[in-house]
């Protein structure tokens, strides 16, 4: 094989000595992350469900890695604020979107058009946790089951209201109204904290929320739980009946958090990343903490997040359909 003309040796030399540094950039900005503040942006308020657990995270990434790890609430407008946020920050890593189902699932399919892409404009991270959700009245309301709370609904259509802390509980509420033969007043919240705030002062009939989020105001007796909305009873909880078993049989609404970059941020950061989150998820103290909250551990790296994002999307489609929510 005859050798190549000097000139050409020159050029293949060049080629390769300018790839060095760009072959070791990833690594290198991977072992240097974080170097400066890392924001956790939520699209809830304080007290909700994704900011408890957000905490936690952030808490736990401060130590390993003698960071700064912030919590910003940015709720309101169906999560678009939070979301947008995320989707049009640098995609360095330092910027990152600890999400519910609601806006990176629900959205997809309560929106023709959001203002934002709930798949195309993140790269996920990393799933964490997973709740069951609580039927729940204000203590001081006359309903005390289900089957109470369903017939009066029944004698006055549309009479009996409900919040609901964001998309996924609207969608979960119509559907538990659809499966039980009622029909309902929607009236929405900028979150689950003010949700159960007017449900437990009577302003609304009832609520289905996220258990963290009301535990503490069933123990604090300003609420009442009437149903869990797993396919089992809770141990937090071991008196309060499933949906199934008060009534509405095959209902089941489970809530899910997450953490997710923006698009385009280097797979070695979204690797480190997701390392940290999975160490933090496998610590016994997480499973403890979670379960006060009424949750659980409930893992996967970037690959399983996706898969489960897109089915969880076409749960949500099905879901719609079937208790007659077109998207806006």
Not at 64 to 82: M, Y
Not at 84 to 93: E, I, K, L
Not at 154 to 174: D, F, N, R, V
Request: proline fraction near 9%; charge should be positive.
């Amino acid at each position: 094989m005859r050798e190549p003309p000097p000139c050409q040796q020159r050029r293949q030399l060049l080629a390769v000595v300018a790839s060095l540094p760009l072959a070791h950039a990833g690594v290198a900005w991977a072992q240097e992350y974080p170097s400066k503040p890392v924001t956790f942006i939520v699209s809830f308020p304080p007290g909700s469900g994704a900011d408890t657990t957000a905490r936690l995270y952030t808490r736990r990434m401060q130590d390993l890695t003698r960071q700064t790890f912030i919590v910003e609430n940015r709720p309101g407008a169906n999560s678009f604020l939070a979301a947008q946020a995320v989707a049009r920050a640098n995609p360095d890593g330092y910027t990152l979107f600890y999400a519910s189902n609601s806006p990176v699932a629900v959205n997809a399919v309560l929106f023709k058009k959001p203002p934002y892409d709930p798949v195309a404009d993140f790269a996920p991270v990393a799933r964490a946790s997973r709740a069951t959700n609580l039927v729940v009245v204000s203590a001081s309301s006359p309903y005390k089951t289900v089957a109470e709370l369903l017939a009066a609904a029944k004698k006055q259509p549309k009479a009996l209201s409900y919040a609901s802390g964001s998309a996924s509980y609207q969608i979960a509420t119509e559907l538990f109204a659809e499966m039980a033969g009622v029909e309902l007043l929607h009236v929405p919240y900028k979150g689950a904290a003010p949700a159960l705030v007017d449900t437990a002062a009577g302003v609304v009939q009832f609520a289905i929320a996220d258990i963290s989020a009301a535990l503490p105001l069933i123990h604090g007796h300003r609420l009442r739980a009437l149903a869990v909305t797993s396919d089992k009873r809770h141990t937090a909880l071991p008196e309060v009946p499933t949906a199934a078993e008060a009534g509405v049989k095959g209902y089941e609404f489970y809530n899910w958090t997450g953490l997710f970059a923006p698009a385009k941020t280097p797979p070695a950061v979204i690797d480190k990343l997701a390392k940290l989150m999975q160490q933090i998820t496998a610590e016994p103290e997480t499973a403890a903490f979670l379960t006060k909250l009424g949750g659980e551990i409930y893992p996967g790296g970037p690959q399983k997040f996706r898969r489960y994002q897109l089915a969880e999307i076409e749960q949500w489609r099905r879901a719609a359909k079937r208790a007659g929510i077109e998207p806006e």
